[in-house]
């Protein structure tokens, strides 16, 4: 089994920041991408961005240049740095890893106050 632990969420007024973390544990063998989407009350879950094992990112249009995603491979964990946040980003976030196979974490609540 393989489990994601997310954290990080929470309030915050708009224009701040927030720093989302997933630290995957449990019969881990080699992580491919990792990422983070997100999903809106009444909304469908929307990618957010994706990070390599090669540490290249790609990110939803919604967010580029104001989300920046990282890795620490020795740890098992991704970070969403997320700045300039909108009342538009607020939503539970999910990460996830692929082994190839996907695996989720519970998700993690970020609401921005306008």
């Known amino acids: 089994q393989v489990q994601l632990v997310e954290s990080g969420g929470g309030l915050v007024q708009a224009g701040g920041s927030l720093r989302l973390s997933c630290a995957a544990s449990g019969r881990i063998f080699s992580i491919n991408n990792m990422g983070w989407y997100r999903q809106a009350p009444g909304k469908q879950r929307e990618w957010v961005a994706t990070?390599?094992?090669?540490?290249?990112?790609n990110y939803a249009a919604s967010v580029k240049d104001r989300f920046i995603i990282s890795r620490d491979n020795a740890k098992n964990t991704a970070y969403l740095q997320m700045n300039s946040l909108k009342p538009d980003d607020t939503a539970a976030y999910f990460c996830?890893?692929?082994?190839?196979?996907?695996?989720w974490g519970q998700g993690t609540q970020v609401t921005v106050s306008s």
């Open positions: 996830y890893v692929t082994m190839p196979r996907y695996y």
């Open positions: 990070i390599t094992s090669d540490g290249s990112a």
